[in-house]
Every structure is written in C-alpha cells, then in structure tokens.
C-alpha cells in the first residue's frame, strides 16, 4: 500500500518569502508528526496531531510556523517569513496511536527547505 | 517528562566489531521504545520495537535490544559491524499523549 508522502521533494526560497509544505499519511492513521532535521540536530520535534484532539505545538520554534491537518487526513506545514536557518529536511511521519499498532511511526521522505 | 538521551553523537567501529548504541530514557507511562535507522540519503524506518513481554527484542539487520527497566535503557547492540550498518540510528519513547520523542540520534561509522 501507499506509504507516507510529502511533497514537494525540494524547495528552494527566497528569505521573507512564505512556503507550505505537504504531507499526506497512511490512510487511517490517526496520529501525524511534523519534525525538523538539521545537520548535526537530529530530529527536533515541531508539532503532532492525533484524532480530533487539539493539536500538540510545543514544538514549533517561533510563531512564523503553523501547521493544519484537513478531515483528519492531509497536512500542511506553513512558514512564514522564511529565515534562512529554517534550512533543513522537514519530515512528516504518521501512525496508528495507541491499539496493536503501538505507535509505529512511518514516515515520509521529507522535504528539503533551503532558503536563500 | 518523557526524555530520550543517546549517548554519543557519533560512535566508530571496526568492521567485524560489536556496536553499541546507548539509549536511557524516562518515561511516566509504561514505556514503548524504539530503535529507528536512517540510512544516508533515505527516510527513517523502524528497525526494532519493545511494547511488552520479552524484554530482549530482536529487529532487521540482525540487530537486537534489551530493555532493562532498572535502568531505564534500551541499548541496541550487533555481535558484528557490516560496512552497510554504517547509519544514524535514533532512539524513541513513547510519552503519555501517545507522541513520540526521539533522541538526538548517534551517527555509526563502520571503520574498514
């Protein structure tokens, strides 16, 4: 079956300018994951929704980051007024929380975020 | 809070030597743990999972972890280094809202 898709592959933007990025996960998956890779950071978590429950931003770094998540389904991570040390790979993961699944994550491929 | 500390950001063995990859976490829940491994230019994928039972888990690559709760560690181990094990492998735990917090990660060279 389908895995977890983001696109696009690769952006590459100019300073101050916006971008969204997207992310579609596993069909019926309840949980979906935002998370951050810079070089030498690791994985630095940015925000997580699951079902109807209000979402989990303790993780977005500044107010020029949101994210939605549409008919519990596909997400999109939105920055405002890029800077450029918002360059990184930005990776969507999702999962069935909770049950049998004990919340394996699958995550996508990831976007690639530069900002000039 | 749950936490998740792997300790070393890069570890280097020899090719034929055991790998030990740290991991300690705290966790108010009964905790899930998680190896994952990410392969240069690749997306992260689960190698190896504890939920309940057998505290010695087994996973892909002939890779294995023991969960020691009086501990708290999940150390993910391999008898013997294979050039392609060379990776960044992350640890995670599962908090009590059902996230999932990763450590840092720690970067694996297979030295020849």
């Known amino acids: 079956g389908a895995g977890v898709s983001q696109s696009p592959s690769n952006k590459v933007t100019e300073k101050g300018k916006d971008v969204e990025l997207r992310c579609d996960p596993i069909s019926g998956h309840t949980a979906l994951y935002w998370y951050r890779q810079s070089l030498g950071q690791g994985l630095e978590f940015l925000i997580y929704?699951?079902?109807?429950?209000?979402?989990?931003k303790s993780g977005l770094p500044s107010d020029r980051f949101s994210a939605e998540r549409t008919g519990g389904s596909v997400s999109t991570l939105t920055i405002q007024r890029t800077q450029q040390e918002d360059s990184a790979v930005y990776l969507c993961?999702?999962?069935?929380?909770?049950?049998?699944?004990?919340?394996?994550?699958?995550f996508g491929p990831g976007t690639r975020l530069t900002v000039l | 809070a749950q936490s998740v500390t792997q300790l070393g950001s890069h570890v280097s063995v020899s090719e034929g030597a055991l790998v030990l990859l740290r991991c300690n976490y705290s966790s108010s829940v009964p905790p899930y743990l998680f190896w994952y491994v990410q392969y240069p230019n690749q997306g992260l994928q689960l190698l190896l999972k504890?939920?309940?039972?057998?505290?010695l888990v087994k996973g892909i690559n002939g890779f294995e972890a023991e969960f020691k709760k009086s501990e708290t560690s999940f150390h993910l181990t391999k008898p013997s280094a294979h050039m392609s094990d060379a990776a960044e492998y992350f640890c995670?735990?599962?908090?009590?809202?059902?996230?999932?917090?990763f450590g840092k990660g720690t970067r694996l060279h297979i030295l020849p």
């Open positions: 995670a735990v599962r908090a009590r809202d059902d996230k999932i917090i």
């Open positions: 993961a999702s999962s069935l929380a909770g049950g049998r699944s004990y919340n394996e994550q699958f």
């Open positions: 929704f699951q079902g109807n429950s209000a979402p989990d």
């Open positions: 504890y939920t309940t039972g057998a505290t």
